[in-house]
């Protein structure tokens, strides 16, 4: 027995299976169609959800549903220091929230697929097989270096100017050691991580084809990178590369920081002996700051994180279809031209994608959640507002719940139809939006633009005569027109427009006094609707107060 295979067996004494073992008897190729992707989002449970995860997930999850194949949720945990209690769940909720559904993995109900676990800090044997069949063919030994002696290390390179890390003469220590001397270390007790030996040389290039970037030539990896840390969890280097091997990923979609460590994760799978999947590395969310672009900063900015959407009470189905308006240029035409269609039929493309980084702009997210809210029925639109306030605004929820028939038909006014209004942008919108109708929520808007105290008075005066909140539409307008040549405007606006110094106004600015005593603003929905649903009693009640107060 060589001296490898004895120092792997040292190492690794209870690992008896090998890594071909692995792919053809437990993680056996997918069946999928021809041209199907197997893609993955493998975020850490830190408890901080950045909408940026949220894009590469929905990123990975259109990749693989529009080629007819599977993504998988990974959670990798294998970092406890960061790991937050109830993070990885954290997650799962959040994408559900938004739509984002995976075939397998860390799911909603518990664990499912059969090339799990989907835990990494659940998968320690399977690293443990890999890493014993590269020290057995020479490519990894044990290091027994200590913190004070990589610092040494690294105060040595930052004097001579050279790469940081672990290669080369500051390696030969741990490299060179024979067998005898890694036992004798081992059976006393002494800690150690398991290092790649690397055969990559300084100034080495390696080439990378990236399905969004095209080719990317890079240094190789030189450094001999932990593998294995003291207590035998992995690092993400070879985690990634062994998960994503046994997985049967065929596409790695992750996000732009990636790209450096892109050449340790090739050297590893050549190594190992691996076929390596395509790499897809997706630019970052940017913003506009001060005339320039910079990252979305879960510091400096309070939309970066996710929970700011759902307190916001952004639908989650508006926040992904702005998303893929980033992602692909294209989807903004699509949805013209295909308004009620589901954003899954979109046919999205990876080689769409920015290469500089999509710029998320707040006011245009507020365009697309106005327009997506407007195509909404009465009802969802109800429901979703009572969800949303019974969390985040109760008085706004006791007012709504208290008549869920008088709710519904505040958000039936001037739904659907091809110009639907879109008043709303997001739930916590409505309080503002509904707050008129409502008698100790009513609060006026400046009536400069309207004629004066007086003439105010006298529409007022003749519509009280004639007014009836049951009218049909076409009989309340007309009654409206007719209250107009007697006080002196056009009951025509067209009419008006031919000869204005005939006339006081037109039947606009008549409606415009009405409007204005019903509900205080001088823009509303149809007024008509809303006359309808206050009733009578409200109506005259409302009118009589403004006469009072404000004529």
Not at 50 to 78: M, P, Q, Y
Not at 129 to 156: I, Q, S, W
Not at 424 to 443: E, N, P, Q
């Amino acid at each position: 027995m060589s001296d490898s295979a004895r120092l792997a067996q040292l190492l690794f004494p209870h690992i008896t299976q090998t890594p071909a073992q692995l792919m053809e008897q437990v993680y056996p190729p997918r069946e999928l169609p021809e041209g199907a992707v197997v893609t993955r989002f493998a975020p850490s449970p830190t408890g901080f959800m950045h909408i940026g995860n949220v894009f590469t997930s929905l990123v990975a999850e259109r990749a693989a549903h529009l080629s007819g194949g599977r993504v998988i949720l990974r959670i990798e945990d294998t970092d406890k220091k960061r790991e937050v209690e109830g993070g990885a769940e954290l997650i799962v909720r959040g994408l559900s929230d938004f739509g984002i559904y995976f075939d397998e993995g860390v799911l909603p109900g518990g664990e499912q697929g059969a090339y799990g676990p989907y835990r990494q800090s659940m998968r320690a044997e399977l690293y443990h097989v890999f890493c014993k069949d590269l020290v057995e063919r020479g490519l990894a030994y044990p290091c027994f270096c200590t913190e004070d002696e990589l610092a040494e290390y690294r105060a040595r390179q930052e004097q001579a100017g050279v790469t940081p890390g672990y290669w080369g003469e500051y390696a030969e220590k741990c490299r060179s050691r024979s067998y005898d001397e890694i036992k004798a270390l081992v059976d006393a007790g002494k800690p150690y991580v398991v290092r790649l030996r690397s055969p990559g040389k300084p100034g080495g290039r390696v080439k990378l084809r990236d399905v969004i970037r095209g080719e990317i030539e890079m240094e190789e990896n030189f450094i001999d990178v932990v593998l294995l840390k003291s207590d035998g969890i992995p690092t993400y280097h070879f985690a990634h590369v062994v998960d994503d091997t046994l997985m049967r990923v065929t596409q790695v979609i992750r996000g732009e920081e990636w790209v450096a460590s892109a050449p340790i994760h090739l050297q590893l799978f050549w190594l190992c002996g691996l076929k390596t999947p395509k790499y897809a590395h997706v630019s970052p969310l940017m913003k506009e700051d001060g005339g320039a672009k910079r990252k979305l900063s879960k510091r400096k900015d309070p939309e970066a994180a996710v929970s700011y959407f759902s307190e916001q009470g952004y639908p989650a189905s508006a926040v992904t279809e702005y998303l893929l308006t980033i992602a692909n240029s294209g989807f903004e035409d699509w949805r013209r031209q295909n308004r009620e269609a589901p954003c899954s039929e979109f046919p999205f493309s990876l080689k769409k994608m920015s290469l500089s980084g999509a710029l998320f702009d707040l006011v245009k997210l507020q365009s697309v959640s106005a327009e997506v809210i407007s195509r909404m029925t009465a009802e969802e639109v109800c429901e979703s507002v009572l969800a949303w306030a019974k969390e985040y605004d109760a008085d706004l929820y006791a007012r709504l719940s208290a008549d869920k028939s008088f709710a519904a038909g505040i958000f039936a006014i001037d739904r659907g139809g091809k110009k639907p209004r879109k008043d709303i942008a997001k739930w916590s919108d409505v309080r503002g939006y509904a707050s008129y109708f409502f008698d100790d929520m009513l609060t006026r808007e400046s009536a400069d633009t309207l004629p004066d105290g007086e003439t105010r008075r006298a529409i007022l005066q003749a519509y009280l005569e004639v007014l009836d909140a049951a009218d049909d539409k076409d009989t309340w307008f007309e009654k409206i027109r007719g209250l107009c040549a007697p006080l002196g405007f056009c009951p025509d606006v067209k009419q008006y427009k031919e000869s204005p110094e005939q006339y006081r106004g037109h039947v606009g600015d008549v409606s415009a006094v009405i409007r204005m005593a019903l509900t205080g603003r001088l823009n509303t929905p149809d007024l008509h609707a809303i006359t309808a649903l206050l009733g009578q009693e409200r109506c005259l009640a409302r009118i009589k107060d403004y006469m009072e107060k404000e004529c």
